[in-house]
């Protein structure tokens, strides 16, 4: 799976509920790609769902800098 293109630079968080998942979790990480390898953990765990590369691609356009 392909990494962000948002800033490597800063913690990032992404948020089930911004992509429309019924779901309060709010992963963090301190760079894209273990972002991006923690999502797809907690989506093939949680919601039985492996993310392919035009799932992550939306994913990534839903990440924010931590704490906004």
Sequence with gaps: MRASRKDDAMALE???QDV???CG???RADNAEELVAKVAEHARTK???ELND???D???TKVR???D
């Design 14 to 16: 992404f948020r089930c």
């Design 20 to 22: 429309g998942v019924a």
């Design 25 to 27: 979790t709010v992963t």
């Design 47 to 49: 919601h039985h769902v």
């Design 54 to 56: 035009t799932l992550v």
């Design 58 to 60: 939306y994913a990534v």
């Design 65 to 67: 800098p931590a704490g």
